[in-house]
């Protein structure tokens, strides 16, 4: 019997299509635990970082870390909240003076974005979730009915959705180069095509994953073999030359690694791969140049005309499209606008009411360009 056996499989080896299926097998078990990204290290659980800052509960249990500065919350006459841009955190802010904020009365208050920093993560992050936690922090700290706020670059998603989703909540907003999405659909597809290739290989692939493939970004972001995000390994360069010479000095210096570091101390996955997952990712409920009816609060977009991340030519397009969006197109700037001496005090001064607020001519004597 055993001689027969042996006989039917040629020389008592397993049948080719069962080594074929137990090859399939172990390659199947290798990606998934190769896709599958490490669990989060939350501040102040066992084996975490340490909590050192001031956190507030969201709606779901979870803490957001957030810094104050300007004028005391209690006597301020304008409450502002800053949303910080990609590997940013809770220290970022427009840079406006001291002075200027005591002079208006403004308290500021910026904070780690979902998994940044010390905020704690949430699986369940997206549009809706980004708007809705920077209505709990307003309400964790009292800012009343009403606030104003700030976004930088990527972090500006939060601030599309707040109009979208909060809009009651907003006494105004100002969008610092927001990052634009190449799928909107909204969008001329044509340009966008056009714009889209001229990105890096690696940064059009990870565009690619982030939208087509989001469960494979730690994969596809930690493997060495194919090109990736020239924004998360700051290799990519600037044409705009003060965000070159930024660049430059925060890698000689080691600031960039440091800021990275911080920004990522709970997981990657649970901070830039998110972010890039919730903004370069399907938008299925809105997108920004659906949101055609204008808010009862005013809307301002600085973009630099030598922005290197965001097209101009694509933040004209959704500016136009919304006529209720004061456009201010800035001469000779690039991409981080917090980085532009003086810049903060003309955003924070346009943004806010009263007697030194909404001073135009003096943003456009700066070399503003309003549409």
């Known amino acids: 019997m055993a001689a027969a056996a042996a006989a039917s499989t040629g020389n008592g080896s397993p049948p ?6 137990m090859v399939l097998a172990l390659a199947a078990g290798w990606f998934a635990n190769a896709v599958r ?3 989060p290290t939350p501040c102040g659980a066992p084996g975490g970082p340490p909590v050192t800052a001031p956190r507030a509960r969201m709606r779901d249990g979870r803490f957001l870390a957030y810094a104050e500065s300007g004028v005391s919350r209690d006597g301020a006459r304008f409450k502002v909240v800053y949303s910080h841009g990609f590997s940013g955190g809770r220290m970022d ?8 904020l005591e002079e208006l009365g403004v308290y500021m208050v910026a904070f780690d974005r979902a998994g940044y920093g010390e905020s704690d993560p949430d699986p369940r992050r997206s549009l809706q979730s980004a708007a809705l936690d920077i209505r709990d922090l307003a309400d964790a700290l009292d800012l009343g009915d009403k606030f104003h706020l700030v976004c930088s670059s990527l972090g500006c998603h939060a601030g599309w959705a707040s109009v979208k989703y909060i809009p009651h909540r907003l006494a105004g907003v100002a969008m610092m180069a927001p990052v634009i999405n190449y799928r909107w659909s909204g969008l001329p597809r044509g340009l966008a095509r056009q714009l889209y290739r001229r990105q890096p290989r690696g940064d059009q692939w990870s565009l690619r994953v982030a939208y087509y493939a989001p469960w494979l970004l730690h994969w596809w972001m930690s493997q060495p073999w194919l090109p990736t995000s020239t924004v998360v390994s700051g290799s990519g360069s600037f044409p705009n030359a003060l965000d070159e ?8 210096t080691g600031m960039f690694q440091k800021r990275a570091q911080a920004a990522t101390q709970q997981g990657v996955q649970e901070s830039f791969y ?6 370069f990712g399907r938008w299925p409920e809105f997108e920004p140049t659906d949101l055609v009816e204008a808010p009862p609060f005013p809307v301002h977009l600085f973009q630099g005309d030598e922005d290197g991340v965001v097209p101009v030519q694509l933040q004209r397009h959704i500016c136009h499209r919304l006529g209720w969006v004061s456009y201010h197109e800035l001469a ?3 991409h981080f606008l917090s980085a532009v001496p003086g810049l903060g005090d003309r955003i924070i001064s346009t943004l806010l009411p009263g007697p030194a607020g909404n001073d135009n001519s003096s943003t ?3 070399g503003v360009r309003a549409y």
């Open 16 to 21: 080719v299509g069962l080594l074929v299926l």
């Open 332 to 334: 000779g700037v690039g």
């Open 245 to 252: 010479k930024n660049r430059l000095m925060a890698l000689s």
């Open 37 to 39: 990204p490490p669990p």
């Open 364 to 366: 456009a004597a700066a």
């Open 93 to 100: 802010s427009p840079r406006a003076s001291q002075a200027l």
């Open 274 to 279: 998110r972010d890039m997952a919730v903004m």
